[in-house]
């Protein structure tokens, strides 16, 4: 079955700081690939997405992506952490092709914690 | 703007009560998701429905039932609540069928509370 992890559940990083939250996926066919954000008591807001175009993705706030499939990786990076980053962050995954019911695979989830 | 709506942000019910949780999404998509969310498990699947009357089981769906009986709304019904079903309830939609990326749009989320 396919499956998405996360490496490391809490991530912590200081003000300035290079941000990487790192996202494998296992699949014979490349997917299509997400991040999350959740800010506290918040429902889940989309960062960016890889849909088999670019493979440096750019998403909001600052955030990117590259896909590698050489690698099976998803890797979520942002030059310099600001406080407003500490959230948690989901990588997601939906197979594109057959029988697709638009479900997507969810990661366990890091937590960046953002020190001043 | 693309907006999911759930009708509490937080509750509280007593073991044994039938606990409703609705979603409105005003998207006019197809697919409607409902997960839930606890510490350490991520977002697990408990629900989805595919079209208005259609549903299919999740990961989890012991415990749960849910009706859809208009496009745009899809609740989530805990027949006897149980205090294991104390956690952070999540809706989705998404619309595949519509050329997108089959991302989904979440609402706000309820957090319900079973003591």
């Known amino acids: 079955a396919q499956s998405v992890t996360q490496l490391g559940s809490h991530v912590s990083v200081s003000e300035g700081a290079l941000v990487l939250l790192r996202c494998n996926y296992s699949s014979s066919v490349p997917p299509y690939l997400f991040w999350y954000v959740q800010y506290p008591n918040q429902g889940l807001q989309l960062l960016l997405k890889?849909?088999?175009?670019?493979?440096l993705v750019k998403g909001i706030n600052g955030f990117e992506a590259e896909f590698k499939k050489s690698e099976t990786s998803f890797h979520l990076t942002k030059p310099s952490a600001h406080m407003s980053d500490a959230a948690e962050y989901f990588c997601a995954a939906t197979p594109h092709g057959s029988s697709n019911t638009g479900k997507l695979i969810f990661g366990q989830g890091t937590t960046l914690q953002v020190k001043p | 703007d693309v907006k999911v709506t759930q009708s509490s942000r937080y509750l509280v019910k007593r073991t044994g009560e039938k606990v409703f949780l609705e979603c409105v999404q005003d998207?006019?998509?197809?697919?409607m998701f409902w997960y839930r969310q606890d510490p350490g498990l991520g977002l697990r699947l408990i629900y989805f429905?595919?079209?208005?009357?259609?549903?299919e089981k999740g990961d989890i769906p012991e415990g749960y039932s849910v009706s859809r009986e208009k496009k745009e709304r899809f609740s989530l019904i805990l027949e006897s609540a149980s205090t294991n079903q104390t956690s952070m309830y999540l809706c989705?939609?998404?619309?595949?069928?519509?050329?997108?990326?089959?991302?989904?749009?979440f609402g706000p989320g309820t957090r319900l509370t079973v003591t």
């Open positions: 998207m006019d998509h197809e697919n």
């Open positions: 989705a939609s998404s619309n595949p069928a519509g050329g997108s990326s089959y991302e989904q749009y």
């Open positions: 890889y849909t088999s175009a670019a493979t």
């Open positions: 429905s595919y079209d208005v009357k259609m549903k």
